[in-house]
């Protein structure tokens, strides 16, 4: 399996999802700028945090045009999986690959802790190797974090599973449901505001993210049924 | 700016009066390095350049004492950042830069810009940097102004940081009256590189190109340079406007293009130094100097935000995210094409030139024509009148304060809330601490800890600074902002290396305010040879007054050691129930400027013990070996509110307690600030090897209990408090001080 | 050139915290008569087309880039034409 | 109630990196016709006054908390009335 990080101007996260993927998960991965057109010969891709185009006007906003993203959202509706995490997940929302949108926090203030999530779907390319429900904690790092969508979008999520994680315990952002991470209806995107990928060893004292890129790697390709 | 005056009128009505050139500078300017009258644009130069922040015309003579080599040491002061071997090839490279008076006047762009600009020191150098640290000073939290001048600095620090992508890992928060009217805020940033990359301000070679790249110039912080060289008052209130405003995305696209053009190009690059403070003059001038080349310059090519800015304007200019290169003649079109790939503006600006002389052109004139050491090497020293202040030799002659501690846990709960003591984390959340994924050990120990990845080693580092020691004492103050650095380094289990620093002090030319300077420097350095870690690079920051009020002398310590195997980090909480408890070093009666005495008196007073600086230093020698050795479960160090709250602090976090006889320590001792000593925690198995080693430097006070309770039976007290009440005291305090009241 | 202020607000749907803690933070001032407060962003775009012409650019730059139409509207003036 | 609307924007010489960033992007959008952008802040404010006694309220409320005189200027206008 062949996994491409893309890197938009400001992303900063981009080597700490491929590093978890290649030293620490043995993948294949290379970096992909944000110039390229196609993702030809990527089996799955991969958009990082950081503060794309800084952010300005509105988390994720701007890099949905960048020349890369026609060929994420090409690979998005071929069924291959596209994960975001943070500003990535942000990117997606943004991109219309998923339903609803990132606020900013209640605090209004950036933070970054552990928090405790639960695993509300292990049903998905990305956390089959996670228990249904399981508690586990992954840091976040974000001042837009706020999952917002209406009303009827969120009764579509749960009644399609879509809700993939939720904050357990305590809500750090606002987040409507308490939703941490969502994937698209068919189930091979999927955006989350934790970083799974900075928990993946033991040295920095969690490894509760593994789990989610190892889910990816044994399922390879496979399409999840809708 | 007001129409230009001839020289001749400038002779006359003396305006770098208000730039703050002296008449004697300029005059000798005049007569002896360029027999003539300045110009306009000349005069404004000269202004900037020889102000302290630039020349350090009056801190000079001090920092020489400053010990600044030892067999580790590859790159001292003098360069955008010093830089210190680690093996393999690998070199950590680290500064501290002060951002005092932008913080002051405008706290979220202040703190934010003075992130960007140290982290361009680190890049600037070729090293990628990695991590990054605060120290913050404020005034007292009892009124909005404080609160704001908080949620803003912190704010800004964090909104730069994060966008960059370089983890804030250590700093720390104080809270004094003193910085009411005059905040300090210092950053530190720590970067690592492959030795053969080292880069240097330097440009040379007949014909060579001067590039400019990154931002945009616009009217931003003219005058900085100089203006951080006066005093504050009120009444200059509404002329502090030409804010720097930071732009975290723009700089993180230059340290990408600055980085590759380094690492995969180093044969196109002569030298590179970023544009801080005096924007392109100090840039230009000091590259020229250290090549010792003449350079000339065209100013209507300098990439421009805003119309019709005059040269003075364009060269003082401090918009931030901008870096001058010297690119080897026949490279520009290759270092253009990799800042275009990044967006960014690459440009010719000048060349080269046998001779040296400093030349610029602007709309078809030569509006400057010296040489380039008038600028940089041949500013005036400045000798400075020194007087001991009376209220230290009156302290010295009286008896020394001693607390009456009639309820110990009443103490130490008020202790615990006190804002220096109690929990940062409010503040600590808002910075990314784990990006790039190789923070080890984040905010909320002694020192941060980073791994180097693909290696076995970490790295760890601390800010450290304690103004009251300093006002009271100033040489022993000295010692002790080093001795609390080390300590705090070792708590870690990494072995000092090398230390930054920022010299925050008032007016040098008030004589009793440089008698503190010139006395704590003299302790910094004696410190610094004892502890084998020598200064590399550093800051000054002077004329930290509000309305006529200094602040305390204020040196901070920045503080990086070497962590062999990273596995051996060592924790600063507690580990394991039956655990045994060390404290090292010996407790006498520490009270003036501490915590304790703030508390109670609600003022600090008296002065201070002399530090035996040989006897901590083995002290911290034998420890680090123990702990190198895998036979030390945590470790802690003692700085504000002493004991008590350092075995609390250990306690925190886990669901451990401890059973400790202090009894020959009376219950005003548990608050005894003497410098130089930790707690640690060592296993069962390892008691035996672990005390042999300290000798009676260690002293064995009780054990780990897994009860959440700290009992400690003192001379004249019983200490029984439930931890986890001690711990909601602690982690409360600040949010609730920070909630706006009125 | 044609200048014309584009006012993007949440929908009235969503909760904004931030015009929550102005509000408070008014009321904390004295300002008890402050009954609401609403947050929103505007940009000022300065277009180099006559005034009729600038409905279809603003139209597309709103609703392609600085609206984000699940929680955000927009309304736009133009405030000069020269 | 008096509905009042203020305008927080930078002063004319702070860099607002913002601002520019948005502009390259509507270039690169293909609207080039865009030829400058200039991003801001607004607050409604709901005052439960007459009309001719809110500038009290702008005023202060504008001046302590809403605007950041270092690098900020603000006008307001006054939008319904009732
Ligand atoms: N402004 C800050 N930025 C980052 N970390 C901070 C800041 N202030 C305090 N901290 C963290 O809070 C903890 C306590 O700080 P401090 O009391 O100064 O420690 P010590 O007394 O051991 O030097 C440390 O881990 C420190 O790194
Ligand atoms: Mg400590």
């Known amino acids: 399996m062949k996994i491409a990080v893309i890197v938009f101007p400001g992303s900063n996260c981009d080597i700490d999802i491929y590093e978890a993927l290649s030293s620490v998960c043995g993948a294949d991965v290379d970096y992909v700028s944000h110039k390229q057109a196609s993702l030809a010969g990527y089996d799955a891709v991969m958009l990082p945090g950081g503060f794309s185009y800084g952010d300005y006007l509105r988390a994720g906003a701007i890099a949905r045009f960048a020349p890369v993203m026609k060929a994420v959202v090409k690979m998005a509706h071929a069924g291959q999986p596209v994960f975001g995490t943070c500003n990535g997940f942000q990117i997606l929302t943004e991109a219309g690959l998923l339903p609803g949108g990132l606020k900013r926090n209640d605090s209004q203030q950036f933070i970054c802790k552990t928090v405790p999530l639960e695993v509300v779907n292990n049903q998905t390319l990305f956390t089959s190797q996670y228990q249904e429900h399981e508690r586990i904690a992954l840091p976040i790092a974000h001042a837009d974090g706020s999952y917002y969508a209406d009303q009827a979008t969120l009764d579509e999520l749960e009644a399609n599973h879509q809700v993939v994680f939720r904050y357990a315990e305590e809500n750090p952002n606002g987040s409507l449901r308490n939703i941490a991470g969502i994937t698209n209806r068919q189930g091979n995107v999927l955006g989350m505001m934790p970083h799974p990928e900075r928990a993946v060893e033991a040295i920095l004292g969690n490894t509760d993210g593994r789990r989610l890129f190892e889910s990816l790697l044994a399922n390879g390709s496979v399409k999840v049924e809708e | ?73 590859l790159q001292g002061p003098g360069e955008g950042a010093g830089v210190v071997d680690i093996d393999d090839g690998q070199a950590v490279v680290f500064k501290a830069e002060s951002h005092n008076h932008p913080t002051t006047v405008e706290p979220y762009q202040g703190a934010a810009t003075g992130i960007g600009g140290i982290l361009r020191d680190i890049f600037s150098m070729g090293a990628r940097p990695v991590a990054s640290l605060d120290s913050l000073h404020f005034g007292e939290l009892d009124n909005n102004t404080t609160r704001m001048k908080v949620t803003g600095t912190v704010r800004g620090i964090g909104d730069y940081g994060n966008c960059m992508g370089i983890p804030t890992v250590a700093g720390e928060t104080t809270f004094d009256p003193c910085y009411q009217g005059n905040v300090l805020c210092n950053a530190m940033s720590v970067g690592l590189m492959d030795q053969k990359d080292i880069q240097k301000g330097k440009a040379a070679g007949i014909g060579n190109a001067v590039m400019y790249v990154g931002a945009k110039t ?224 984040g905010p909320g120990s002694d020192a941060g800890v980073i791994r180097v990845r693909g290696t076995k080693k970490g790295l760890a580092m601390t800010t450290d600074g304690n103004g009251r020691f300093v006002y009271l004492s100033p040489k022993v103050g000295g010692k002790i902002a080093l001795v609390e650095a080390a300590c705090n380094i070792v708590a870690a289990g990494a072995e000092p290396l090398a230390i930054t620093d920022c010299l925050n002090y008032g007016d040098p030319n008030d004589p ?20 084998d870690t020598p200064v590399i690079s550093g800051n000054v920051s002077l004329y930290n007054e ?16 070497l962590i062999k195997d990273i596995d051996r980090v060592v924790p600063s909480f507690a ?26 008196q609600g003022d600090i007073s008296g002065a201070l013990n002399d530090v035996d600086l040989d006897r901590i230093h083995d002290n911290l ?118 909630k706006s009241k009125d | 050139m044609t200048k014309v202020r584009i006012f993007v607000t949440y929908k009235p749907s969503v909760f904004d915290p931030q015009g929550d803690t102005i509000k408070k933070t008014i009321h904390a001032l004295g300002h008890d008569e402050v009954a609401d407060v609403q947050v929103g962003k505007f940009f000022d775009l300065t277009i180099d087309a006559q005034v009729d012409q600038v409905a279809k650019t603003v139209k597309e730059v709103a609703e392609k880039l600085l609206v984000n139409f699940n929680m955000e509207t927009y309304t736009y003036q133009v405030m000069e034409e020269n």
Request: proline share 4%; hydrophobic share 40%.
């Open chain 2, 218 to 441: 616009g009217r931003d912080g003219i005058h900085g340079a100089t203006f951080a060289s006066a005093d504050f008052s009120d009444e200059n209130a509404t002329q502090r406007s030409a804010v720097q405003v930071g732009d975290p995305f723009m700089e993180k696209l230059l340290l990408e293009a600055c980085l590759e053009v380094i690492t995969k190009h180093p044969d196109w690059l002569v030298g590179i130094q970023d544009m801080g403070a005096a924007g392109i003059v100090s840039s230009s001038a000091e590259m020229a100097s250290e090549g010792k080349s003449g350079m000339e310059l065209d100013l209507d090519l300098v990439p421009q935000r805003e119309t019709g800015m005059s040269a003075y304007e364009i060269m003082l200019s401090e918009s931030q995210e901008r870096m001058l290169l010297c690119v080897n003649k026949g490279h520009e079109e290759d270092v253009k094409k990799i800042f275009d790939d990044y967006d960014l503006d690459a440009v010719t600006i000048g060349r080269i030139t046998a001779g040296h002389q400093y030349v610029l052109h602007h709309d078809g004139q030569v509006v400057c024509d010296i040489p380039v050491a008038s600028l940089t090497d041949d500013v005036l020293e400045e000798a400075s009148e020194e007087k001991k202040p009376a209220r230290i030799t009156k302290a010295e002659g009286q008896p020394a304060w001693r607390p009456q501690i009639t309820n110990a846990e009443e103490a130490l709960r008020r202790l615990l809330q006190q804002s220096t003591v109690a929990d940062k984390q409010c503040l600590y959340q808002q910075y990314d601490s784990q990006v790039r994924t190789c923070t080890v050990v």
């Open chain 2, 1 to 73: 700016m007001k129409q230009a005056m001839t020289p001749e009128e400038i002779k006359e009505k003396k305006p770098y009066l208000d730039w703050s050139l002296s008449e004697d500078e300029y005059n000798y300017i005049s007569e002896k390095l360029l027999g003539r009258l300045p110009n306009y644009t000349e005069t404004g130069l000269f202004s900037a350049m020889w102000s302290e922040h630039c020349s350090y015309k009056k801190s000079k003579p001090v920092l020489r004492l400053f010990p600044n080599k030892n067999a580790r040491v």
């Open chain 2, 546 to 561: 509000n309305n006529g009020h200094a602040i305390h002398p204020t040196p901070m310590v920045g503080m990086v050691g």
């Open chain 2, 575 to 600: 580990q394991h129930a039956g655990d045994h408890v060390y404290l090292i070093g010996k407790t006498a009666d520490d009270f003036a400027g501490s915590e304790l005495q703030k508390m109670v």
């Open chain 2, 512 to 531: 009793e305010i440089f008698w503190e300077l010139h006395q704590s420097v003299q302790g910094m350095a004696d410190a610094c040879r004892a502890l």
């Open chain 2, 621 to 738: 020698r034998h420890l680090l070996s123990e702990m190198q050795a895998g036979h030390v479960a945590s470790a802690h160090d003692l700085s504000e509110g002493g004991l008590g709250v350092a075995l609390s602090e250990t306690l925190f976090k886990t669901d451990l307690g401890m059973d400790l006889d202090l009894r020959d320590l009376t219950a005003a001792q548990l608050f005894s600030e003497t410098p130089g000593r930790l707690v640690v925690t060592v296993p069962e198995e390892q008691v035996a090897v672990f005390e042999k080693s300290l000798g009676d430097n260690a002293k064995h006070i009780g054990t780990v209990t897994n009860t959440h309770w700290l009992e400690a039976h003192l001379a004249d007290a019983e200490v029984n408090q439930n931890v986890t009440e001690l711990q909601r005291l602690w982690e409360e305090a600040l949010p609730c001080q920070l």
